[in-house]
């Protein structure tokens, strides 16, 4: 029986040196591969030209270049773009594009649905059906880049699509350290944000990487019991525990976490939540992002007044909190926070996937 071919673009740049050195070439060789892929987006093997005939044909024997494919391209009336990819084997997943955000910024995906169960979310409807590759999560970065015509331009990366990147730790991880690579995107890490419902342990973990993202946690209550109603995971590890990883978590001087806060009408969205939450957040370097519910059929709640919205904000800032509201793109065509969802594919039980997370 053959071996499948290696998929070089879902290999970091030691693996790809190992793969030359086994095929009996020089290792330097996998920084020029390195940088057809992603630099030049090319994938065809045949097309890196500067590799010698008798390297490439090696290659074309050994390997292959996988990228997400475009499977649908929608555009909101404000700009925002949501790109359906499909990948190899046949599953999707939903990445977007927002302009002007001030920065161009690519949210992109770790999993195949989400095994959090989040109240408020569509993605979490879906449940969990596969992990992605750290191949599948930085190949939509240039499949969107690819798309909009974007390897040359300066842009910020979220992982806030579908799926909880701290629960597909490893593949993300390496996969921002691919992104990272001198000799491909060079992508900063500050210019990458990772949201996360809060996992403990990974977030104790994440706090000892070499390369370090951005965090924001996705904290959407100011009680226990609240919380664990809108984000089961917290049923394991709570409110308390979560804010003291916050507490735990090294910054640097210009750095601050941001804790995303989704409003619910009648839930979350009271006075006395929101002096609860600047009492919760003291001694922590943090900044609120404040969500009004985007709302979709499925989800059970209602999107509160933009009044009620001002005067929390508000309130948040006599406290000494800095606090945004954030401005929901790509509404119309369910690209906005929470609404995330390709319908159709199978996947486990909600209570095995989130015992399995936990």
């Not at 095929?23 to 630099?39: E, N, T, V």
């Not at 989400?114 to 879906?126: E, I, N, P, R, V």
Request: aromatic share 6%.
């Amino acid at each position: 029986m053959s071996t499948p071919p290696v998929d070089l673009a879902g290999l970091d740049r030691a693996e790809i040196e190992a793969l030359v050195e086994s095929l009996g070439y020089p290792r330097f060789h996998a920084r020029q591969i390195y940088r057809w892929i992603w630099k030049r987006n090319v994938t065809d093997i045949a097309g890196m030209t500067d590799l010698s005939r008798e390297l490439r044909a090696a290659l074309l024997k050994a390997a292959v270049v996988r990228t997400p494919v475009v499977a649908r391209h929608e555009v909101s009336e404000d700009g925002t773009q949501k790109f359906v990819l499909r990948l190899g084997d046949g599953r999707q997943i939903e990445a977007v594009f927002i302009p002007d955000t001030p920065a161009q910024t690519f949210c992109i995906s770790t999993q195949v649905g989400c095994a959090m169960g989040c109240a408020f979310c569509l993605t979490g409807k879906m449940g969990l059906v596969r992990n992605l590759t750290a191949g599948e999560i930085a190949g939509q970065v240039r499949a969107l880049a690819g798309a909009l015509d974007m390897f040359t331009t300066p842009f910020n990366i979220v992982l806030m699509g579908m799926g909880e990147p701290l629960h597909n730790y490893e593949q993300t991880m390496k996969a921002l350290r691919m992104l990272a690579d001198e000799f491909g995107l060079a992508l900063s890490p500050r210019r990458v944000t990772l949201s996360t419902v809060g996992l403990v342990p990974m977030l104790d973990k994440l706090a000892a990487e070499p390369l370090m993202p951005n965090l924001a946690i996705s904290l959407h209550a100011t009680t226990e019991e609240q919380r664990e109603s809108i984000v089961p995971p917290t049923k394991k590890y709570s409110l308390h525990d979560v804010l003291d990883a916050c507490r735990r978590f090294p910054l640097s001087k210009r750095s601050r976490i941001t804790f995303e806060y989704v409003m619910l009408r009648g839930v979350n969205d009271t006075p006395d939540d929101a002096r609860r939450l600047a009492g919760l957040l003291r001694g922590i370097k943090g900044k609120v992002n404040l969500i009004p519910l985007n709302a979709a059929p499925g989800i059970p709640f209602e999107r509160p007044s933009d009044e009620r919205v001002d005067h929390f904000a508000a309130i948040l800032a006599d406290k000494g909190v800095l606090v945004s509201v954030r401005k929901s793109r790509g509404r119309d065509i369910r690209a906005a926070c929470g609404q995330l969802m390709v319908e159709g594919q199978g996947r486990r039980s909600p209570a095995q996937q989130l015992a399995e997370a936990l």
